[in-house]
């Protein structure tokens, strides 16, 4: 999270989205995730882009060590499908759906062999040389997918203070009260809390601050209920656009 102090009044911290998943690594600009379990080289295809991705291609030797590196470190036996045939034409390997060519290949020796071997896979022997399978054969799968944009979420906290720079916090509207470290943290209670629209935050015993989440905002709130209190500071979101 990042801080940008722009003046005593106005606060703004920016949350970026995680960008890959928790279950997933991530290499290049890519995410990977491996599924353990074994099946053939079609209903691996079909998992992955059902999970929004399709089945890894590695474009370099470092992507390859990578996607080996990811497998063996999670499974002890067996090989992996990668997501390239030739089943249109011999010879000629191909991504599924419309993912194009593909045109990086580090073979064991020997390979590839035949017309009734259709897709490749990480060949365990030779320490995850390219090999050419029957795709009906079962195999773990690893399904890779372009890393998701982060997106920044920029959230600023105006605080409101009257004449002579005293303060005066909203009152009558408090849905809940509890200690903060301070404005951050009492601010980011007020995102998470669907009915919260402002935030006081007084002065509590020594070294201790108390959050209020309020419901209204100061301009909807009745007069009578904005209080002048030194000891507290009135807060509400900003609307800007980044
Ligand atoms: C806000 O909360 C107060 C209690 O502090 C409640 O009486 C009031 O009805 C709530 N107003 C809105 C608009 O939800």
């Not at 194009?100 to 009734?116: H, I, M, S, T």
Request: aromatic share 10%.
């Amino acid at each position: 999270m990042k801080l940008i102090r722009l003046s005593g009044f106005i606060i703004c911290a920016c949350f970026y989205a995680e960008a890959c998943q928790p279950v997933q690594e991530t290499f290049g600009g890519s995410c990977y995730q491996l599924l353990t379990e074994t099946m053939t080289w079609d209903q691996g295809d079909a998992a992955c882009s059902e999970m929004g991705a399709a089945l890894a291609v590695p474009d370099s030797l470092e992507e390859h060590q990578f996607i080996w590196e990811m497998f063996t470190g999670i499974v002890t036996v067996g090989n992996l499908w990668i997501g390239c045939n030739d089943r249109e034409e011999e010879g000629k390997w191909m991504q599924s759906g419309e993912g194009g060519e593909c045109n990086f290949f580090n073979w064991a020796p020997g390979e590839p062999r035949g017309v009734y071997s259709d897709c490749i896979q990480l060949w365990r022997l030779p320490n995850g040389l390219m090999d050419d399978k029957g795709c009906s054969y079962p195999r773990s799968v690893i399904c890779e997918s372009p890393v998701p944009l982060a997106v920044p979420t920029m959230s600023c906290l105006q605080r409101y203070a009257d004449v002579r720079s005293s303060s005066h916090c909203l009152t009558g509207h408090v849905i809940k009260e509890f200690s903060a470290k301070g404005v951050i943290s009492c601010g980011s209670a007020c995102r998470d809390e669907p009915r919260c629209r402002s935030f006081n935050l007084r002065r509590g015993g020594p070294g201790e601050m108390i959050c209020q989440l309020n419901n209204i905002t100061r301009n909807e709130a009745d007069v009578k209920n904005i209080r002048l209190d030194n000891g507290c500071k009135y807060f509400e979101f900003l609307m800007l656009s980044v």
